[in-house]
Antibody
Framework: QVQLQESGPGVEKPSETLSLTCTVS????????WSWVRQSAGKGLEWIGR???????HYNPNLESRVSLSIDTSQYQVSLKLFSVTAADTAIYYC???????????????????WGQGTKVTVSS | DIQMTQSPSSVSASVGDSVTITCQAS??????LAWYQQKPGKAPQLLIY???TLQDGVPSRFSGSGSGTDFTLTISSLQPEDFATYYC?????????FGGGTKVE
């Protein structure tokens, strides 16, 4: 049973870099896709980006200039860095196992089936 | 970005009622649509993927339909544990996008 646990600083200062980690347990990290999603009162659920175990990455273009995803398969961790944070980045940040399936000439999508409990981030001086 | 518009934004219902939530995409997303349930203080939970496939362990009173731009989530006989907020999400085109949510109260 795959489980995800996010961790982070709780509070980050404006203009600083937010660093979050998602630790994967109970399953493989390599052959899976992992998405980050955040939820704020003003903007609902917002997809940040997705990383595959091999390192292939897709970012939300709306955040791409400020975000970096990485994966450490030896530590079973997926990491998110968000640069130059502002109050608008205050949110609960979730990691989730994402299930796109890219076959030979076809594509399927099976949803985000496992989520962490989320880590709350407040950007404030 | 593909905009996902859910309606209604909230619905009042009673135990035993049938509830239908709609999700409209600003452009076609084929059947690459998922539905999630979220309770206060908890992460979203996958209910349905590929527009109509029930996730393992989800009760059969939940069903989904649609393709292209118009989708529905139906709860056939509302149970006490179903009072929550529901979100649709498209995965046809990057960036993945979510609807604004429908609160069932």
């Amino acid at each position: 049973q795959v489980q995800l646990q996010e961790s982070g600083p709780g509070v980050e200062k404006p203009s600083e870099t937010l660093s979050l980690t998602c630790t994967v347990s109970g399953g493989s990290i390599r052959s899976q896709y992992w998405s980050w999603v955040r939820q704020s009162a003003g903007k609902g659920l917002e997809w940040i980006g997705r990383i595959y175990g091999s390192g292939r990455i897709h970012y939300n273009p709306n955040l791409e200039s400020r975000v970096s995803l990485s994966i450490d398969t030896s530590q079973y961790q997926v990491s998110l860095k968000l640069f130059s944070v502002t109050a608008a980045d205050t949110a609960i940040y979730y990691c989730a196992r994402d299930r796109p399936y890219y076959g030979s000439g076809f594509y399927k999508y099976n949803g985000m089936d496992v989520w962490g409990q989320g880590t709350k981030v407040t950007v404030s001086s | 970005d593909i905009q996902m518009t859910q309606s209604p934004s909230s619905v009042s219902a009673s135990v035993g009622d049938s509830v239908t939530i709609t999700c409209q995409a600003s452009q076609g997303v084929s059947t690459w649509l998922a539905w999630y349930q979220q309770k206060p203080g908890k992460a979203p939970q996958l209910l349905i993927y590929s527009a109509s496939t029930l996730q393992d362990g989800v009760p059969s009173r939940f069903s989904g339909s649609g393709s292209g731009t118009d989708f529905t989530l139906t709860i056939s006989s509302l149970q006490p544990e179903d009072f929550a907020t529901y979100y649709c999400q498209q995965a046809n085109t990057f960036p993945l996008t979510f609807g604004g949510g429908t609160k069932v109260e």
